[in-house]
Each structure stands twice: as C-alpha cells, then as structure tokens.
C-alpha cells in the first residue's frame, strides 16, 4: 500500500510560480510511474502531467505545456511538479497518484492504484 501526500500548494498571483511536492511511502517508489492531476470546482479530475520511474519519459496536457515540469527523486521518494505563468484557470486541487506501469505515463485516472488528499492551488487574475 503506497501512501501519497501533496504538499506545496497555496494562493498565488497570475503569472506566479510554484513548486507542488508529493512524497511517497510504504511502497517501493521507483516501481512507479508518477502523475498529477488536478481537479477544479465542478469539473472532472484531469491529467496535467506523468513521469516514468526513470525519469527518462514524461507527458504533459496541453494546457500546462511550455509552463510546468515534472520530475522525481527516487532517493527522496518524491515528485515534484513546477509550474511557472501561472493563470486563473490552473485553479484547482492538485493531486499525486502512482501506476504500477512504470514503463509508460497514463493520462487516465483508472490506470493509477495509489492517490493523495490533494493540495489546492488557486490563481488570483
């Protein structure tokens, strides 16, 4: 059982940055490919980016590319996301979640076992 907790999160201005950190436990961290996904009021949860266990191999949604990246310290157990030109629209719950297909990044909710508690983001215009 993998437990996930998010942290990082917090008011920000348009145009600002931030760096979202997601540490791991109770399971073999570098087993698994690493994804966030955040979730804004009334709307689905959906994909932001992924990174496998390597770190060799990431995927971003569209509407993050060119302003965050994804990347992992498997001595540290922790993935982290950096999102810079941050806009109202990137306000949301930000979650972690693991998939054991640690060979490619998923951008379906279904194919991660393990996720966080969230930590929310919000961009003030």
């Known amino acids: 059982q993998v437990q996930l907790v998010e942290s990082g999160g917090g008011l920000v201005q348009a145009g600002g940055s931030l760096r979202l950190s997601c540490v791991a436990s109770?399971?073999?961290?570098?087993?698994?490919?690493m994804g966030w996904f955040r979730q804004a009021p009334g709307k689905e949860r959906e994909f932001v980016a992924g990174?496998?266990?390597?770190?060799?191999?990431?995927s971003y949604a569209d509407s993050v590319k060119g302003r965050a990246t994804i990347s992992r310290d498997n001595a540290k157990n922790t993935v982290y996301l950096q999102m810079k030109s941050l806009k109202p629209e990137d306000t949301a719950d930000y979650y972690c979640?693991?998939?054991?297909?640690?060979?490619?990044?998923?951008?379906?909710?279904?194919?991660?076992?393990?996720w966080g508690q969230g930590t929310q983001v919000t961009v003030s215009s």
């Open positions: 979640a693991a998939d054991s297909s640690r060979w490619r990044v998923n951008s379906y909710t279904s194919e991660y076992e393990y």
């Open positions: 109770g399971g073999t961290f570098s087993r698994y490919t």
């Open positions: 990174i496998t266990w390597s770190g060799l191999s990431t």
